[in-house]
């Protein structure tokens, strides 16, 4: 498991943005109090997640619009056509920890590890 962050560093309906780790993760903490990490890149245009719009459990990038699933990391609109992958989380004494993903990352074309 990898520690991302304190719970105190989210922000209810918002992403955060964490690069100690690569690609970098979004975090979102929902207003159900539920904690989620997706890839922060979104997979048509280097655009950070971590920025966009949270709706529900989906975050809609702030680029074009592309919305993911929080939950399956998977696009719900275009023009994104990749998925983004998604983290196990656990919060553990208020301290967000992950197990990241060992599937191929979908980056955007242009952008490399």
Sequence with gaps: ??????LSDLT???GTRID??????????????????????????DASLAQGWLDGCAVECPLHASSFSLTTGAV?????????RVHRVEVIDDVVWAELSDAP?????GVSL
């Design 20 to 45: 100690t780790v690569s690609p970098p993760v979004a975090v979102f903490l929902t207003a159900d109090g539920d904690v989620h990490a997706i890839d922060d890149t979104c997979t048509h245009q």
């Design 76 to 84: 719900d609109q275009p023009p994104a056509r990749f998925g983004v």
């Design 12 to 14: 209810p309906g918002e």
């Design 105 to 109: 990352a979908h980056l955007p074309p």
């Design 1 to 6: 498991m990898q520690r991302l962050c304190s």
